[in-house]
């Protein structure tokens, strides 16, 4: 039968199992948006901003591991995407956009919002599809799909000029594809495996260091594993959050910049670093000269460009995660011998002694302002049986988060790593609650961070996306305070929000609730307001505003050279017994 | 050091400038290229000539091979490899320089392709010191105009190449 382009399309995405779309429509696709209207099998969810709709895209396809889809218009609606797109190439994530565009005789003239959507986003897609024939355009859309979920997945455009999605074909959906330029490789080199667990068995003093991999990979029982039969401790990146138990004797936490400190320590003292699905980021390695000086390296990556890109890898490894980690726990479990706890204890007490040296920390005055990561860390504690998805936002916010939030599960944390996106945390959790309609999805968001996509609250009480988002209302760009406390003599330059909105009423103006937690005795009781309120709500914490994060190497500074508190030289106002500040009344330092 | 990657790639739509934008984008050094169709016209062959430390080649041989519309990469200057260039030069001649003009084309095996009463063009073949000898001798004459093809080059035997291994390829031979 002869189907339109918009009726192949709707019939393709059926195929590889589309549930909702993030969605705004335009002149060049209004023709697919009619055929979608006519339908209920695939659900549009309408955004307020193409950003909005690709970040959706991105937190539905971080929460469930299948690509997330948005559809788009030609022009405008093509460059407001672009954010997104570039945000889901860094990290690695499987999406797939439909955008519109001039009908095919008009492409190349400057015509009404024409953009070059092929050449805007070659540089922030894994691959880019112009569809210039209806008949091509299932075979087309089959292969978007395998291109981003497979290998290393990430970001595909497929650009439909107008008149394809008017025109007709037969439709027929191919049942797998061929490339011939692509075929990534899942399963690593047996020999390089051997050799790799051969330096396991003589390490002393091994690190695991886990990245996002593992969890695209859903290699986290394996991982688990690996690291309960040899001992080995785990540091997770940024990405990898979730991928490994948080609460686990065996997690170290987070390494990096704002990394734990014995974590950061183990890697630098570290005489075999075990790289699983990790790429080395210049947040990780520090000074790359002084990185990890005493250990051998392997590197299990899918991608072969991720290995030796910054750092010299003695057993690199090409292959999926999981695949290698089965292989390699098969060969150590008929090797390793004799107790792996009483072997790894001289290296156990080592970090124990670091851990209790230097655990994260932070004080509560009770009569005081409330700290964020009070804040942040009673969030985790009240909903730590509810298994919720986290989402944050970027800045010191999304590092306490980081820090404090102990995920169990992979597939439970969405953030903005690489590209590091203020305004990605609601929408990606709107993503995710639209994939999950029965979970509890929150998002930790930064005061400046969510005035970048808060027209989004009418999208999600539209939709029903009952996302819980607590805004840590420092009044400032946190993260860029804090750089300017510590390298610009604290001279606070467009840091400081003086001018902001009141964010219970922003909530209530869009349809959403709105509560604000402002003591510290308070702040049980507001979580639990907030999450019986059945509907999305955004929670307004006025905390103290000159809390920095910490640990933190500075950039470029080597990893066992951490900052761990405020230098006694910092001039900055107590947050104890002075009241919660109120709009427009706060006092700002200059130095 | 320089390098001389061959590549087989997708021949279609956009697939140039995903190689070129790569070499912009990272930052890569790119000293020449050049692309044709092979015998199956749905594949072109590439010449890259870029230079770089160790760790950066692999790096821009990593990344042409993660670039999908590339079907096959090769770094032939790691074994034996023969390399050719084309220059047009058009070269001005005063009536007294036309015979020292040809008697240079002469020596290097270079054609006259094109002649007027004050220039001519005159094609050269061969490695990039000929061809920079040739440029060399001609420029006292005075040279009006120069255009070169940008290297190509192919293993020797029994080297593996791109063109005689891939798979397409030899479905079409
Ligand atoms: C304000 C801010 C502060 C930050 N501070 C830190 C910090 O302190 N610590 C930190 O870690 N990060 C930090 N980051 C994040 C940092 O910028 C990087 O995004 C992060 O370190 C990269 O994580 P990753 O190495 O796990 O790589 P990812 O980006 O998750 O990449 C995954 C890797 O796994 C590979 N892979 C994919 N699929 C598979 C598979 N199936 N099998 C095998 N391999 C696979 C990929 O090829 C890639 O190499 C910060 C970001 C921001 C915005
Ligand atoms: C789109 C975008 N613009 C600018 C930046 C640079 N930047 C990084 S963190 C930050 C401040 C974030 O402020 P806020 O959301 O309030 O978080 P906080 O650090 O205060 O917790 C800025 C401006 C960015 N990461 N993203
Ligand atoms: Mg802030």
Redesign the interface.
């Known amino acids: 039968m002869q189907l339109t382009g918009a009726e192949i399309f709707l019939e393709s995405l059926k195929r590889e199992g589309v549930k909702t779309i993030f969605a705004l429509p335009g002149g060049v696709v209004l023709k697919i948006f009619d055929v979608l209207h006519q339908q209920k099998d695939v659900e549009v969810i309408l955004t307020r901003h193409e950003q909005g709709a690709g970040f959706m895209a991105v937190g539905s396809a971080k929460a469930t591991g299948k690509p997330g889809v948005a559809l788009i218009t030609s022009g405008p609606g093509m460059t407001n995407v672009i954010t997104a797109l570039a945000d889901a190439y860094m990290d690695s994530v499987p999406i797939v956009v439909f955008s519109g565009q001039v009908p095919t005789a008009l492409i190349g003239n400057d015509a009404f919002q024409e953009a070059d959507n092929?050449?805007l986003s070659?540089?922030c897609t894994?691959?880019n599809f112009?569809v210039?024939d209806v008949n091509d355009l299932a075979a087309t859309i089959k292969e978007a799909f395998y291109?981003a979920s497979t290998g290393r997945p990430g970001p595909v455009l497929v650009d439909i000029p107008k008149d394809v999605s008017m025109d007709k074909a037969e439709f027929k959906y191919p049942d797998s594809v061929s490339?011939?330029?692509?075929s990534p490789t899942y399963d690593g080199s047996k020999w390089k495996i051997k050799q790799a667990a051969e330096a396991i068995a003589k390490a002393k003093r091994p690190i695991l260091y886990v990245g996002g991999g593992v969890v695209f990979s859903g290699a986290s029982k394996e991982l688990l594993e690996l690291a309960e039969m040899t001992q080995i401790p785990v540091d997770m990146t940024l990405m990898a959050l979730g991928g490994f138990p948080g609460n686990h004797p065996l997690s170290l936490g987070m390494l990096g910049m704002h990394g734990t400190y014995v974590a950061n320590m183990a890697m630098h003292y570290s005489d075999l670093v075990i790289a699983v699905g990790a790429r080395f980021d210049d947040r990780v390695t520090g000074k790359v000269s002084e990185f990890c000086p005493q250990a051998k390296v392997i590197h299990i990556d899918i991608?072969?460009?991720s290995?030796?890109?910054n750092v010299h890898v003695d057993i690199p490894i090409v292959g999926d995660c999981k695949r290698v980690l089965v292989e390699l726990n098969t060969i150590l479990q008929a090797t390793v011998n004799g107790n792996q706890r009483d072997l790894r204890k001289p290296w156990w007490d080592q970090l124990h002694a670091w851990q209790t040296e230097h655990p994260l920390q932070y004080d509560q005055d009770p009569e005081g302002q409330i700290k964020p990561q009070y804040l942040i860390e009673r969030v985790y504690k009240l909903t730590e049986g509810l298994d919720p998805i986290v989402s944050t936002d970027v800045g010191q916010h999304q590092m306490w988060t980081a820090q404090f939030f102990k995920l169990a599960n992979p597939r439970t944390w969405l953030t903005s790593g690489g590209l590091g996106t203020m305004g990605f945390g609601f929408p990606a959790a709107m993503g995710a609650q639209a994939a999950y309609r029965n979970r509890l999805v929150l998002c930790i968001a930064g005061d400046g961070s969510f005035q970048m996509n808060t027209q989004e609250l009418v999208s999600a009480v539209v939709a029903k996306l009952p996302v819980k988002v607590f805004v840590i209302n420092n009044r400032f760009h946190g993260m860029v305070r804090q750089w300017q406390d510590l390298f610009y003599d604290g001279r606070y330059a467009s840091s400081y929000l003086d001018q902001y909105p009141d964010f219970v009423k922003l909530a209530e103006a869009y349809g959403a609730a709105g509560v604000r937690i402002e003591k510290v005795g308070d702040v049980d009781a507001g979580i639990q307001e907030a999450l019986s309120i059945d509907g999305p709500v955004v929670i307004d914490v006025p905390v103290y505003q000159y809390e920095n994060c910490y640990p933190m190497i500075p950039a470029g500074g080597s990893n066992h050279e951490m900052l761990l508190g405020d230098p006694p030289d910092l001039k900055k106002p107590s947050p104890t017994g002075k009241k919660s500040s109120q709009q427009g009344q706060d006092t700002i330092l200059t130095a | 050091m320089e390098h001389i990657i061959s590549l087989s790639?997708?021949n279609k739509?956009?697939s140039l400038?995903?190689v070129a934008?790569l070499f912009s984008?990272r930052g890569f050094n790119i000293e020449s290229l050049s692309v044709a169709p092979t015998l199956d016209p749905s594949i072109s062959m590439m010449t890259i000539v870029t230079t770089g430390e160790e760790?950066i080649i692999?790096?821009i041989l990593?990344?042409l091979?993660?670039?999908?519309?590339?079907?096959k990469v090769v770094d032939i200057s790691e074994s034996e490899y023969v390399e050719r260039e084309t220059a047009l030069i058009k070269v001005h001649t005063r009536p007294e320089d036309r015979a020292e003009a040809l008697r240079i084309a002469d020596i290097f095996r270079a054609n006259v392709v094109d002649s007027s009463p004050t220039s001519y063009t005159i094609e050269v073949t061969g490695d990039v010191p000929k061809i920079q000898a040739i440029i060399n001798l001609l420029q006292p004459l005075g040279i009006k105009e120069l255009v070169r093809t940008g290297r190509v080059a192919m293993g020797r035997e029994p080297t593996r190449t791109a063109s005689a291994q891939s798979?397409?390829l030899a479905k079409v031979n």
Not at chain 1, 179 to 182: H, S
């Open positions: 092929i050449g070659r540089p894994k691959y112009l210039k291109i490339i011939r330029g692509y991608d072969p460009t290995i030796r890109k | 790639i997708e739509f956009g400038s995903r934008g984008g760790r692999e790096q990593k990344q091979n993660k670039v999908i519309d590339v079907i798979r397409p």
